[in-house]
């Protein structure tokens, strides 16, 4: 376990570091009889990657150049995730600085599945959700189902201080790679699951997705118009968010155990993320609706409008696009300002707070004064003017604004990367900044199978041994710069 503000030792005094690779003696151990010893077969000569890859070529070696340290380098991470929200979590983690190894099946994550695609032509190596999911991860390809991962299996288990896997609850178990099974073989570890409900409970085996969670957490009851069916947010908000609350729990955990006594093993933990539950913890209006009812025994409603009363308060058509804007009630004086204190605005008809509730009146500000002078600005003349006046508003950004925004660009969100299948590219940068530990796009998301070779030549594993592997169908291996 790495501790935080401590240097990290190994745990028994046979064991010990060589390089890069973790070497532990075959005797007083019962790892020993459990998996393959660690070093036993490691030649220095035996490497099959010598290459020279350039800064962000996402080849093999990418991970030894010299860059400053992540908050969390010396971190290291055994992944089994798939699709959005485990390896959105591990993503965070390996941003970040950790030694991050995925593990994929023989037909990969299915995220590499999804698009979008270049030419809208599918391709394992192509996918965007793949490509952004997974950057800064070394990619291996164990196929779990056969006997001869066991051995494999422990030797990563002993490896890693971090497991993260979002199987469906009883998998991870039945492939070799459950909790009890790597805690047996690493004490130390920290093991986060994350699953649709819960590894317990009565919806435990239940299939869920992005849409199902956002009902049941109960949102979705009050998003929409009164007079329609309830409504999702777009995109995958939830899966997200489940997967950044596994990386804090993760990190939780870590602290837990650098607080262990000089000397002793820093506990092992098993971290239970339920996606569902991590809808029912966010901090959004569900929540207020959820302590309305507890206190009035009333339930949430769909607003009969866009807004929460009051006007203007809605997302209005611009000349070239949309425009989120609340400048009803207290905004009210700033939004005749605004639109140029207008006589016929300044009466005490319109300053009458009931004018704000009077439907009748909406149509006529929005159709005789505010639309009229939305449609003749641009989004950013109208923005501009709106955040001048002090009045909260925000453009309806589309993907290509995001991505010549100019706050995004001074602040480098972005980065440039060129992946070795899918070409250069922008990826959405880091979430937050720390000046001493900064993010780093060190390397873009492997290929199929990229890092075999190296993170088992890294375990000790002979070439022999590892060509033994592939040809029985074990594991796959991708080197595309091991100069064959």
């Not at 819960?198 to 849409?211: A, C, L, M």
């Not at 009051?310 to 609340?326: E, S």
């Not at 929005?366 to 909260?392: I, K, M």
């Not at 660009?409 to 959405?428: I, S």
Request: aromatic content about 8%.
């Amino acid at each position: 376990m790495v501790r935080l503000g401590k240097s990290a030792t190994a745990s028994h005094a046979s064991s010990g570091w060589q390089g890069n690779i973790l070497v532990i003696s075959n005797t007083g151990m019962r790892l020993s009889k459990l998996c393959h010893p660690l070093g036993s077969q490691f030649d220095p000569n035996d490497v099959l990657c010598n290459c020279s890859a350039g800064p962000f070529s996402g080849g093999c070696c990418s991970r030894n150049r010299t860059m400053p340290n992540g908050a969390l380098t010396g971190l290291k991470v055994l992944d089994f995730t798939h699709y959005v929200a485990g390896p959105y979590c591990t993503k965070l983690l390996a941003d970040y600085g950790a030694d991050l190894i995925k593990v994929e099946a023989p037909s990969g994550d299915g995220a590499r599945q999804i698009g979008p695609f270049p030419d809208d032509v599918p391709h394992l190596e192509k996918s965007g959700l793949f490509l952004h999911l997974n950057t800064n991860k070394r990619g291996v390809v164990i196929n779990l189902k056969r006997d001869e991962a066991a051995d494999l299996v422990c030797s990563l288990a002993s490896w890693a201080d971090v497991v993260v896997e979002n199987f469906r609850p009883g998998v991870a178990t039945r492939l070799g790679v459950g909790y009890e099974q790597l805690s047996a073989i690493n004490p130390r570890l920290i093991y986060t699951s994350i699953s649709n409900f819960g590894q317990t409970g009565p919806y435990r085996d239940y299939k869920g997705s992005e849409i199902v969670f956002y009902g049941m957490g109960g949102e979705m009851h009050s998003t929409g118009l009164a007079d329609r069916e309830p409504l999702k947010l777009g995109g995958n908000v939830g899966l997200y968010q489940a997967g950044a609350v596994a990386a804090v729990a993760t990190m939780g955990a870590i602290l837990a155990g650098s607080f262990a006594p000089d000397g002793a093993d820093a506990p092992g933990q098993h971290i239970d993320v339920s996606i569902l539950e991590t809808q029912l913890g966010s901090v959004d209006r569900r929540q207020s609706a959820l302590l309305a009812h507890q206190y009035t025994g009333e339930l949430s409603h769909r607003p009969a409008s866009g807004g929460s009363g009051g006007y203007p308060n809605a997302v209005y058509p611009t000349a070239d696009g949309y425009l989120q804007i609340n400048g009803s009630r207290m905004y009210w004086p700033r939004t005749v300002a605004m639109l140029g204190n207008p006589p016929e605005l300044n009466t005490e008809r319109w300053r009458d707070p009931a004018s704000q509730g009077d439907p009748d009146m909406q149509i006529e500000f929005e159709s005789a004064h505010f639309l009229p002078w939305l449609l003749e600005r641009t989004n950013a003349e109208a923005w501009q003017a709106a955040q001048t006046h002090h009045v909260l508003s925000g453009p309806i950004n589309t993907m290509a604004d995001l991505d010549v925004d100019p706050s995004f660009n001074a602040r480098d969100v972005f980065a440039k990367a060129d992946h070795p299948a899918a070409g250069p590219l922008r990826y959405p940068g880091r979430p937050f900044i720390m000046n001493q530990s900064p993010w780093q796009l060190r390397h873009t998301a492997p290929l199929l199978g990229q890092h075999t070779q190296e993170v088992l030549i890294e375990l000790g594993y002979s070439k022999s041994h590892i060509s033994a592997l592939a040809k029985a169908g074990t594991i796959l291996t991708n080197a595309p710069c091991r100069g064959e």
